[in-house]
């Protein structure tokens, strides 16, 4: 029976990606070696590094301003590496999910730190509309998209500072105009590559402002200055990272993507409007095109376990949702064939005719 991955993260990655990383653990680059025990400073990793830097630049136009870092911990050490490089007295922060809430802990750390806005108030169901970040604010720091509620920012907002972005679920689904932001970060495992890197894309004349030393390791000038090879970095989920910057090149780049993502989330969407058995989560203007957050309708709640069981066996893999929401929660990052979300949609109606 075929699978049908819907997991949040780690998640689903193209099978170019897998393919060529499996052949490349076994041997790497024609050197008779695997890419786990090949040296990081050898002509064939740097090689690696330097496309997967160009590519991600390329695909999201990234300017001249700024550079391009792979970095080890995940997004949730730029939680503080955000603040500990570009917090000076002030930052402001808008409070959308459980990972954007982990970011202002951090931040407070490091400086004052003004929440402009949050939705905690409705378990992080929609997204802010009406706030005001103060002029003095070092920047202003907003997660786009809110893996486990299910909501997104569908128009970046206009704001007098510049901006810092948690774009971990949602990077290279849809464009960006990154002359806006003096920091974007994303962890790997949801739209790019394995667990174990992270990405960050830093305006350089942003750095060495911070009215504090810095750890070398925690510095992003030191990972630009050494182009992310300051010391060893996680090999292989760069490797297969370029990979799937590889395959997001052959599928027409980040429009054909954003194209292919929309009309996924809005066939499931349908269904989910449609089906008298659930119900979405989130405000219908916020609802995530990357994570689809959805329940079983009031009066049939108890069939929730059994829904569970039934797509199980049909198939579906990693829909069960988040215990903050319950309910399920249906993962479409870029690697989610729409074949996959129709197999989803026809379980949905199977198991409502069961029912009713």
């Known amino acids: 029976m075929k699978k049908h991955n819907f997991y949040a993260g780690p998640s689903i990655l193209s099978q170019y990606t897998i393919k060529n990383t499996a052949e490349a653990i076994l041997d790497f680059a024609g050197t008779g070696l695997s890419l786990m025990e ?26 001249s301003t700024h550079e391009v870092i792979f970095l080890g911990g995940g997004a949730s050490l730029q939680f503080c590496m955000a603040p500990y490089n570009l917090l000076k007295t002030k930052a402001a922060y808008l409070d959308t999910g459980t990972w954007a809430s982990k970011a202002i802990k951090e931040a407070l750390l490091f400086g004052a730190v003004e929440v402009v806005a949050s939705s905690k108030d409705a378990n992080y169901s929609y997204i802010p509309k009406t706030y005001s970040v103060p ?4 920047y202003f720091h907003i997660t786009t998209n809110n893996t486990i509620f299910g909501t997104q920012i569908h128009s970046i907002p206009e704001v007098p500072v510049p901006l810092a972005a948690d774009m971990s679920s949602d990077i290279f689904s849809r464009p960006v105009d990154v002359s806006k932001y003096d920091l974007i970060y994303a962890g790997a495992q949801k739209n790019l590559a394995p667990s174990g890197v992270a990405i960050a894309i830093v ?24 182009e992310s090879m300051f010391n060893t970095p996680p090999v292989v989920p760069v490797f297969a990272a370029l990979q799937t910057l590889k395959w997001y090149r052959e599928q027409g780049g980040i429009p054909a993507l954003e194209k292919k993502n929309a009309a996924k989330a809005a066939l499931l969407y349908e269904e989910i409007d449609r ?29 929730e376990a059994e829904f569970n069981t039934f797509a199980s066996a049909a198939g579906m893999v990693g829909i069960k949702g988040h215990r903050s929401v319950g309910g399920f929660r249906a993962s479409l990052y870029n690697a989610m064939p729409l074949e996959s979300v129709q197999a989803l949609v026809q379980t949905m109606k199977d198991f409502e005719r069961q029912k009713i």
């Open 38 to 63: 090949v040296s990081h400073r050898g002509k064939e990793f740097v090689a690696v590094m330097d496309e997967a830097r160009a590519l991600v630049k390329d695909l999201l136009d990234v300017p």
């Open 135 to 138: 002029e003095d604010s070092d």
């Open 203 to 226: 305006r350089t004349d942003a750095l060495n402002k911070a009215p504090r030393p810095i750890p070398t390791m925690l510095n992003y000038a030191t990972h630009v200055e050494k």
């Open 275 to 303: 089906n008298r058995l659930f119900k979405g989560t989130a405000a219908v203007e916020d609802r995530s095109l990357m994570n689809v957050c959805f329940v079983m309708n009031p009066d049939y709640a108890p069939l």
